[in-house]
């Protein structure tokens, strides 16, 4: 069974410009999360979604947005990129996104903004 | 305010030695704490999940404890390997009602570099 994918791996873009990453859970898998990770921040929890629903959301400003396609792929935008958004981002599945359920990680996206 | 406090930060060994990595939170309520382990250039891989009632949790030679009266965790690690080189990071989710949700918090990770 494939694991989870991101693409693209590597991005670069400029300050004000918008982004779109993508990511296929595994097959079965409904939950979809969004993490950055930045060397001086850690991971930190972006948004959760299930069955094309934004479930839970962190503490990251509008910029950041993401939807659910209904084969359980999602997306993930960021708009008006600033220099601070530099980070890897990962997205994780998992069946329901429920208690004690372990969740898995793709390679992730590396966003470089210049 | 929720935290996740890890140490040490780094932390080198040499092959074949054991080590301890810890984990502390201010997390409440407490729901379940996630090992990862993240090797370079790579997403995290789950280790272990411990709930409220699991004092002490193995997966080969990863042995991860915990004390939720203390609000403590360690990962132990036997007879180290090179491959052990990664981020070992913390997590815990703090809301039994939403596991996936903005009550996870991470730590910062302990970079573990083994060596022969």
């Known amino acids: 069974k494939a694991g989870v994918t991101q693409t693209p791996r590597y991005l670069i873009k400029t300050r004000g410009q918008q982004v779109t990453l993508s990511c296929s859970p595994i097959?079965?898998?409904?939950?979809v999360s969004w993490y950055q990770q930045t060397p001086g921040q850690g991971l930190q929890f972006l948004f959760e979604?299930?069955?094309?629903?934004?479930?839970n959301k962190g503490n990251f400003p509008g910029r950041f947005s993401g939807r659910q396609f209904s084969n359980s792929r999602s997306e993930m935008n960021v708009s008006t990129l600033e220099l601070g958004d530099s980070a890897l981002y990962l997205c994780a599945s998992s069946w329901t996104g429920g208690f004690g359920e372990t969740q898995y990680f793709g390679p992730g996206t590396r966003l470089l903004v210049l | 305010k929720n935290q996740v406090e890890q140490s040490p930060q780094s932390l080198i060994i040499l092959e074949g030695k054991n080590c301890t990595l810890q984990c502390n939170y201010t997390v409440s309520p407490f729901s379940n704490l996630r090992w990862y382990k993240q090797d370079t250039g790579r997403g995290p891989v789950s280790l272990t999940i411990m709930t409220f009632s699991e004092n002490t949790k193995s997966n080969g030679r990863y042995t991860a404890t915990l004390d939720a009266d203390t609000k403590q965790s360690s990962l132990h690690i036997t007879a180290s390997q090179l491959s052990d080189s990664a981020s070992y990071i913390c997590v815990v989710s703090g809301d039994s009602a939403n596991q996936a949700g903005t009550a996870l918090i991470f730590g910062k990770g302990t970079t573990l570099s083994v060596s022969s």
């Open positions: 979604y299930f069955s094309e629903t934004q479930r």
């Open positions: 097959s079965g898998h409904r939950s």
